[in-house]
């Protein structure tokens, strides 16, 4: 069964951090794994992307410098290190894979930032 379930949202102070996680079943991320926003009344973002068959990290620009995309060593777990938090990346976030038409979506998990 290919699954993707995601963690770690919450509420957090402008300036704050939080680690978002998204761990995967029948994906890896040599398949290419997509961390993707969508904000109140708006469509979903990409945010960020990793595919460790490529050796290849991407970044949308409005996150570049604040949010870092990683796996862990069995390629199943994908993280969000999202530091300098601020009110506008308020959203609910999801996982979804496989590069390059993203067909099976996480749950979504919700970032709040408060100002």
């Known amino acids: 069964e290919v699954q993707l379930v995601e963690s770690g949202g919450g509420f957090v102070q402008a300036g704050g951090s939080l680690r978002l996680s998204c761990t995967a079943s029948?994906?890896?991320?040599?398949?290419?794994i997509g961390w993707f926003r969508q904000a109140p009344g708006k469509g979903h973002v990409g945010i960020a992307y990793?595919?460790?068959?490529?050796?290849?990290?991407w970044y949308n620009d409005t996150v570049v410098g604040r949010f870092t995309i990683s796996s862990d060593s069995a390629k199943t777990t994908v993280y969000l290190q999202m530091n300098n938090l601020k009110p506008e990346d308020t959203a609910d976030y999801y996982c979804a894979a496989p590069f390059p038409r993203f067909t099976t979506w996480g749950q979504g998990t919700r970032v709040t930032v408060e100002s």
């Open positions: 029948g994906f890896t991320t040599d398949d290419g």
């Open positions: 990793i595919s460790t068959r490529d050796d290849l990290t």
